[in-house]
């Protein structure tokens, strides 16, 4: 299945950690399991909290099967989303570096 890496991004007045909210830090935190419900494989997350910046790469069929999960987790409430399609490493050193060289 392919990858994608989605990318939020919220300022400081939305900020879940400068304005405390129970539900949208459990939510985020919840992550992993409403991917799972929703057919979805979490792959891992990233963080850069003084730039207001987060990454998930998820693996899954679409990015609107992503959307679905980021919907479900309402992380739009409170971030910008960008979804991409990414590659592996090893796959990109295989399918574009490989026959580059």
């Not at 998930?56 to 989303?81: C, M, P, Q, R």
């Not at 399609?85 to 295989?94: A, H, I, L, N, Q």
Request: glycine share 6%; with cysteine.
């Amino acid at each position: 299945m392919p990858l994608y890496m989605a990318e939020l991004m919220h300022g400081p007045e939305t900020c879940v950690a400068a304005n405390p909210d129970r539900e949208r830090a459990g939510l985020l935190a919840d992550l992993p399991e409403i991917s799972r419900a929703n057919g979805v494989n979490f792959v891992g997350g990233w963080a850069f909290p003084v730039g207001h910046r987060q990454w998930y790469v998820f693996e899954a069929e679409d990015a609107h099967a992503v959307s679905k999960v980021l919907f479900a987790a309402k992380t739009h409430h409170w971030n910008g989303i960008d979804i991409h399609p990414v590659t592996d490493f090893e796959s990109f050193k295989s399918t574009v570096l490989s026959p580059a060289t």
